[in-house]
């Protein structure tokens, strides 16, 4: 069965400073891997995704994520973080042979910005 | 212009009440979802629907019945309301592995 491990449930940084929020997965097939925003009261929003092209994929927000094979990762970074970039992350795995394409999703990491 | 709609956003109602939360996509995609949203930012996918037919139901108690009555819409139907139904309802949709798009969510609080 398909998991997917984020490490650390709140991360802190500086604004300005560099953003990584990692994401691990286990799956017998690589999935198709996706990352999700959600600020506060509000759905999901899809920030990236890798189906199986080129492993750096480039999301919204300047946000990049770099899909390992031999590391089975998946982690988010951002160069430089704003204050709006405070919400919940959330990694997300989704079956590639399985025609629902259901998302199992991660625990979330709350990303916080300091001023 | 909203892609994944619900109504209502938030929801308040009794134990042991009978409630319904609509949906509605303008996407043109096949499959839809719901999903489940617990205290703890936890999400956990409970069905999908595609072409209006079910393809998953995840161990979900059958007081919750999803209605399909065409590939735009996808209702979620909970009788006998407990306090443990209290959470955030998604419903979501995609097309072929794209990725799903999410609706705003329907905050329910069983009281």
């Known amino acids: 069965a398909q998991s997917v491990t984020q490490l650390g449930s709140h991360v802190s940084v500086s604004e300005g400073a560099l953003v990584l929020l990692r994401c691990n997965y286990s799956s017998s097939v690589p999935p198709y891997l996706f990352w999700y925003v959600q600020y506060p009261n509000q759905g999901l929003q899809l920030l990236l995704k890798y189906t199986s092209a080129a492993t750096l994929v480039k999301g919204i927000n300047g946000f990049e994520a770099e899909f390992k094979k031999s590391e089975t990762s998946f982690h988010l970074t951002k160069p430089s973080a704003h204050m709006s970039d405070a919400a919940e992350y959330f990694c997300?795995?989704?079956?590639?042979?399985?025609?629902?394409?259901?998302?199992?999703f991660g625990s979330g990491t709350r990303l916080l910005v300091r001023p | 212009d909203t892609a994944v709609s619900q109504t209502p956003k938030y929801l308040v109602t009794q134990m042991g009440n009978d409630k319904s939360i609509k949906c509605e996509q303008n996407?043109?995609?096949?499959?839809m979802y719901w999903y489940k949203q617990d205290s703890k930012k936890f999400l956990k996918i409970m069905f999908s629907y595609n072409n209006k037919e079910l393809i998953i139901n995840e161990t979900v108690p059958n007081r919750f019945s999803p209605k399909s009555p065409d590939k735009a819409h996808l209702n979620l139907h909970i009788n006998s309301l407990e306090l443990g139904d209290s959470a955030v309802y998604f419903c979501?949709?995609?097309?072929?592995?794209?990725?799903?798009?999410f609706g705003p969510g329907t905050r329910l609080t069983v009281l």
């Open positions: 979501a949709s995609s097309q072929g592995g794209t990725g799903e798009f």
């Open positions: 996407l043109g995609h096949d499959t």
């Open positions: 997300a795995v989704s079956d590639r042979e399985d025609s629902s394409y259901k998302l199992i």
